[in-house]
């Protein structure tokens, strides 16, 4: 399976701002559909933001519309996520995976370590 490591969590006050990083660890000649997910503690894991192939489709999840910003990087299979006005329910546990597209965001990939967000009111 495809391997995903994620990069850029922090600790900031309610309202910051972080940016977070996403790579493929494998060179390959495919380009995937990716998503970023998020965990809390004691809650399941949900979709957070999807972009397609091109970079030209994105689609968020209800509670980060219009704050997150999901993107690709410019090496191949490559994306990165910019949240902004963080709020403390954002704290979370993020990850990155491959997903089978747009519509069906069934992940594929191995899941890796992710990154820690927590935002402090």
């Known amino acids: 399976q495809v391997q995903l490591v994620e990069s850029g969590g922090g600790s900031v006050q309610a309202g910051g701002s972080l940016r977070l990083s996403c790579a493929v660890s494998?060179?390959?000649?495919?380009?995937?559909?990716m998503a970023w997910f998020r965990q809390a503690p004691g809650k399941e894991r949900e979709f957070v933001a999807v972009?397609?192939?091109?970079?030209?489709?994105?689609n968020y999840a209800d509670p980060v519309n219009g704050r997150f910003i999901i993107s690709r990087g410019d090496v191949k299979n490559t994306i990165n996520l910019q949240m902004n006005n963080l709020k403390p329910e954002d704290t979370a546990t993020y990850y990155c995976?491959?997903?089978?597209?747009?519509?069906?965001?069934?992940?594929?990939?191995?899941w890796g370590r992710g990154t820690q967000v927590t935002v402090s009111s």
């Open positions: 494998e060179i390959t000649g495919v380009t995937y559909t």
């Open positions: 972009i397609s192939r091109s970079g030209s489709i994105t």
């Open positions: 995976n491959i997903v089978e597209s747009l519509r069906n965001l069934a992940p594929i990939g191995s």
